[in-house]
């Protein structure tokens, strides 16, 4: 019999020894890339009519040329590494990149469709040493928008629930699927039922920025986001969707093309997914001028950009550069503000060690300390 579960354990306590690291190493300095998406191959199995990131005839990019791609993100500091698509999970050579990955200390997550898991796909996965494996599932029955329903996922993530030692997250992009956005808290308490994250993402157009929702589809967004309780999970940070589903810009800066890459099966640096050709600089090429130039730069597209990863990134610098203000917002699982007194208790002390003055004695001691046990320079 598998082991699933004590295996499953093992990782998990090793997988978050190495998010508090890149979490560190993130609040520590703003000099490298937080997380990058790599493109391995543009088709698709699938023609979800929201979608502009596929097509029907791509080859995969050869193994020898995502390797290298891989190198020069290590280059470059970067933390995480997200293989996407297209469907990713159509690469031959999938599980070879994600090693690449792991080797060179980075962390590797996946998004996929699933509609190609196969109870041994996902053996290949855990010794490949993929940390998280992202599952798009937009509504209950499939309809003409979005083929990634329940009704055909559904026997996937009991295989992700029974060999997975790995993280799961099921995402639902709300506005998808038109014809039934209840659909959302449905497929969120199936993914919990099974003890997977769950997140929301916001349909958009073809450059990333809103599409409006409707009353109904704002209150289903509402619901389900409030239903994430832990205290540290990005998920449960949702100012930028709420202020979005009303229609109202958000406040922030972007750090795409320094924080954030995307690198397209050409093997381009782009902004995100939704701005390809910003910058438009190939990988080889990219280096410390590019990072620092695009931190500081403005984006236009920026107030009503729906794309969550970036908006992820960019809470990890306000969490460095304002960080009570940050912890104020975040804690609050409404969007709104929320008094100090009222954070959790792990919050509090952590608040009391970390932000402390910086002249204390105890923050100057523990950040030295904790910086040494997760091998974080110190510079």
Known sequence: MYPTRLIRRFRLVERKFREARMFADAVSSPRHPIMAHIVPIRRCNLSCAYCNEYDNSSKPVPMAEMIHRVDQLARLGT???T???????LHPDLEEIIRSIRARRMIATLISNGYLLTPQRIMRLNRAGLDQFEISIDNVLPDD???KSLKVLDPKLAWLNKYAVFDVCVNSVIGASFCAPEDTIRIALRARSLGF????GIVHDRSGQLRSLTEQQQTI???ASIQNKSVFSFARYNEFQM?????LPNRWHCRAGSRYLYICEDGM???CSQQRGHPGIPLDRYGREQLDHEFHSIKSCAPYCTIGCVHRVAMLDSLREEPRATLDEWMSSTGGKATRAKHPPLVRLLSWIYLAPKSSI????FVRLTLRLLGVSQS
């Open 79 to 81: 933390s995480i590494v």
């Open 269 to 271: 640096v782009h902004w």
């Open 197 to 200: 994250k769950h997140t929301i």
């Open 362 to 365: 105890r923050r100057r001691l």
């Open 243 to 247: 202020n979005l589903a009303h229609g």
């Open 83 to 89: 293989i996407s698509g297209g469907e990713p999970l």
């Open 221 to 223: 967004l509402n619901d």
């Open 145 to 147: 928008v979005s083929k």
